[in-house]
């Protein structure tokens, strides 16, 4: 495993991490295996928030006396410095621990928003006045703003480390990425495989499969780690077997460094590219409150694998299935304004019902 340095922090994180958004759907017993075997296999950066499930109290349950031997990073959204001070006591009773080594500014994803957690009595001053308590060790942000207003937060020297979308079909903060390594900031990639897109085991994606990368998704994570302004990739890691399979990327650095693998898989993933633009949904579940009760993210997917396979007849049965069809939405537009990558599913579920129904 690599260890890169995460910006100004001086920590050395593993350019692969854990993700706990997935842990949330396996047992405890299954995540305390995958938790260990991460350990075992040299990842050591693990990163976590409170809207994933139960992920915090199971990766503190995990981690036991292994706590000391990784780095621990979660995160809240826009709140009040009161009111941050309260959700942490709870995060840190939940993660069984007295630190944090990161703790994130989350879902910062406009101008308007980044104003709000920087102003007096707001998260950021909540969160620096733990840091002088040395609750908290580092402070990073996390965002899916405009690039506008992701150049305003790493011009602004308020944070060690940022947390942007980046893969080999959404490329979007590219430009930003290297801003943030020029600014000495440490530079976390969340998505790395396309809400798990990437790591499909259909032949569309074999391309990947360069080098020494002998599945899709180290494929995929092969070409993050090839180019060394990341610092680290979070992987959502369900299981011990996952993590056997994606730590294999994190040795590759050689394997790529001197390929033009890195031009060549971005060129490859362009025609695919488009479609993740229009669609690509990553199951991040934020738009999970639906008054008409839909699993807007299951419809959204049969609607990306439509269009990248053509499976047709297959995606208008799984459809027939499903209890909840997009015709009971009732153009609420709450999806709209929670999509993190700006999807618009209310006229995607439209377009989705018309193809499938
Ligand atoms: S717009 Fe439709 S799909 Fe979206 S949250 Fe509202 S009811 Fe649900
Ligand atoms: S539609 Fe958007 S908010 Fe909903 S799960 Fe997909 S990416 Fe997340």
């Given at each position: 495993?690599?260890?890169?340095?995460?910006?100004?922090?001086?920590?050395?994180?593993?350019?692969?991490?854990?993700?706990?958004?997935?842990?949330?759907?396996?047992?405890?017993?299954?995540?305390?295996?995958a938790?260990?075997?991460?350990?075992?296999?040299?990842?050591?950066?693990?990163?976590?928030?409170?809207?994933?499930?139960?992920?915090?109290?199971?990766?503190?349950?995990?981690?036991?006396k292994?706590?000391?031997?990784?780095?621990?990073?979660?995160?809240?959204?826009?709140c009040?410095?009161?009111?941050?001070r309260?959700?942490?006591?709870?995060?840190?009773?939940?993660?069984?621990?007295?630190?944090?080594?990161?703790?994130?500014?989350?879902?910062?994803?406009?101008q308007?928003?980044?104003?709000?957690?920087?102003?007096?009595g707001?998260l950021?001053?909540?969160?620096k006045?733990?840091?002088?308590?040395?609750?908290?060790?580092?402070?990073?942000?996390?965002?899916?703003?405009?690039?506008?207003?992701?150049?305003?937060?790493?011009?602004?020297?308020?944070?060690?480390?940022?947390?942007?979308?980046?893969?080999?079909?959404?490329?979007?903060?590219?430009?930003?990425?290297?801003?943030?390594?020029?600014?000495?900031?440490?530079?976390?990639?969340?998505?790395?495989?396309?809400?798990?897109m990437?790591?499909?085991?259909?032949?569309?994606?074999?391309?990947?499969?360069?080098?020494k990368?002998?599945?899709?998704?180290?494929?995929?994570?092969?070409?993050?780690?090839?180019?060394?302004?990341?610092?680290?990739?979070?992987?959502?890691?369900?299981?011990?077997?996952h993590?056997?399979e994606?730590?294999?990327?994190?040795?590759?650095?050689?394997?790529?460094?001197?390929?033009?693998?890195?031009?060549?898989?971005s060129?490859?993933?362009?025609?695919?590219?488009?479609?993740?633009?229009?669609?690509?949904?990553?199951?991040?579940?934020?738009?999970?409150?639906?008054?008409?009760?839909?699993?807007?993210?299951e419809?959204?997917?049969?609607?990306?694998?439509?269009?990248?396979?053509?499976?047709?007849?297959?995606?208008?049965?799984?459809?027939?299935?499903?209890?909840?069809?997009?015709?009971?939405?009732?153009?609420?537009?709450?999806?709209?304004?929670?999509?993190?990558?700006h999807?618009?599913?209310?006229e995607?579920?439209?377009?989705?019902?018309?193809?499938?129904?």
């Open positions: 495993m690599e260890y890169r340095l995460l910006g100004k922090s001086g920590l050395k994180v593993s350019v692969i991490s854990f993700g706990g958004m997935r842990i949330p759907n396996v047992s405890d017993e299954v995540a305390y295996k938790v260990n075997r991460c350990i075992d296999l040299g990842i050591n950066f693990f990163e976590t928030a409170p809207g994933y499930g139960d992920s915090e109290r199971k990766i503190g349950l995990s981690l036991g292994r706590r000391k031997d990784v780095f621990l990073s979660t995160k809240t959204t826009i009040s410095a009161d009111d941050f309260k959700k942490i006591e709870e995060q840190l009773k939940r993660l069984q621990t007295d630190y944090l080594d990161f703790y994130q500014m989350w879902y910062v994803n406009s308007e928003e980044f104003e709000k957690i920087i102003a007096p707001g950021l001053e909540g969160a006045q733990a840091m002088k308590e040395g609750i908290v060790k580092h402070i990073g942000i996390t965002t899916h703003a405009p690039n506008a207003a992701v150049r305003n937060m790493i011009a602004s020297g308020l944070f060690e480390s940022i947390t942007l979308y980046h893969n080999l079909f959404k490329q979007e903060y590219a430009e930003e990425i290297k801003l943030a390594h020029e600014k000495n900031m440490g530079i976390v990639v969340m998505g790395p495989l396309n809400g798990g990437l790591g499909d085991k259909g032949e569309k994606f074999n391309f990947l499969q360069r080098g990368a002998k599945s899709n998704a180290v494929g995929a994570l092969r070409w993050l780690v090839g180019n060394p302004e990341i610092s680290t990739a979070i992987v959502g890691i369900d299981t011990a077997e993590a056997e994606v730590v294999l990327a994190g040795d590759m650095y050689d394997d790529i460094k001197n390929t033009n693998d890195v031009e060549l898989l060129k490859e993933a362009e025609k695919f590219r488009n479609v993740s633009k229009d669609g690509c949904c990553t199951w991040c579940q934020y738009c999970k409150e639906c008054p008409a009760g839909l699993n807007i993210w419809i959204m997917d049969l609607h990306t694998v439509m269009k990248i396979y053509g499976t047709l007849d297959t995606c208008k049965e799984k459809y027939s299935k499903m209890p909840k069809k997009a015709d009971l939405c009732t153009e609420c537009g709450k999806c709209n304004e929670r999509c993190p990558q999807l618009k599913p209310m995607q579920l439209k377009k989705a019902h018309q193809i499938f129904n």
